[in-house]
């Protein structure tokens, strides 16, 4: 069935060609035409000595996949290592980032209100009562996504970025303008997918995306010390006995068709609906538990820690379930 589900993902070969070729695209019409605010990626690159916050999109090709729970659990991670965090929600008519991290009744004014300059930046972030150095930009509930345009997000995120050590954009499924404005600026992508078809060749089409429509490709690759976006994938409700069993698709296979490194496997679990019900992201609930500990050692990967990836195998079967099922 693995094969089967290969033979499925790989595109014809004119699409083929067509991807090997991936080029930043020099006409999109989003792209400012005046002098940027943001700095030079380069001048983020340097690691040593960074002049302003980095910039993570976590994105997907097909909704409901974990996005945003995941980008809640992202940014509390760093925040609970120390580094100042704002997470934003750019799912501008849609809100639910505020739902995961508990702050819905706390939510006055939004994204729109401040690139409208109804309100201040400082007046819009809402810092988490629980996790010191996390804030929240909330979107809008009551305006499209027509009211983002790119002059603006650009001023936003620079105010942020100079604010904070990592601004995490929680983007919106497909590559609508939401998504659009979302990878743009972006230094990092994580593009998260589940172990299913559907899902994957959706994740393909956004890695080429933000490959060919961010500012980074417009600069282009190694011009003036700049990097290609970085992209890694997430993983979310893997359930290794089933892909195992050939039921889904297999970690190993995931990674070599979509050409990312993994940055995380979360495993499947109860757990994950039950913190949304309660307002608290997945990875508070502490290291014992399964998938709070695979976003545990998400955030130490990204962070530049080398860990094995766990829960991406069957745990064994005990001799007294192998005897009484």
Known sequence: ??????????????????????????????????????????????????TRGRIICITSGKGGVGKTTSAASFATGLATRGRTTC???FDIGLRNLDIHLGVER?????????????????????????????????????????????????????????????????SPAGIESGARHAMFFCDDAIVVTNPELSSCRDADKMIGFVSSRSRRAEIGDGKDGC???SQTLLITRYDPARAEAEESLAMTDMKELL??????????????LTCTNVGKPVISMGEENPAAGAYMDMVDRFLGEEKELRFVTPEPVSFFKRIFG
């Open 227 to 229: 990097a290609a976006v």
């Open 259 to 272: 050409g990312l490194p993994v940055i995380g496997v979360i495993p499947e679990s109860r757990d994950v």
């Open 106 to 170: 706390r939510v006055v004014f939004d994204f729109v209100h401040v690139l409208t300059e109804e309100c201040t930046l400082n007046q819009a972030l809402i810092k988490d009562k629980k996790v010191e150095g996390l804030s929240m930009l909330a979107a809008s509930q009551t305006r499209d996504k027509e009211a983002l345009t790119m002059e603006g997000v650009e001023k936003v995120l620079d105010q942020l970025a100079e604010k904070f050590d990592y601004v995490v954009l929680d």
């Open 1 to 50: 069935m693995q094969q089967n589900f290969r033979s499925l993902l790989q595109p014809p070969k004119m699409q083929q060609q067509q991807q090997q070729q991936r080029q930043p695209h020099r006409h999109f019409a989003s792209t400012p035409t005046h002098p940027f605010v943001l700095s030079h990626p380069s001048e983020v690159d340097n690691t040593k000595n960074p």
């Open 87 to 89: 997470v934003v929600d």
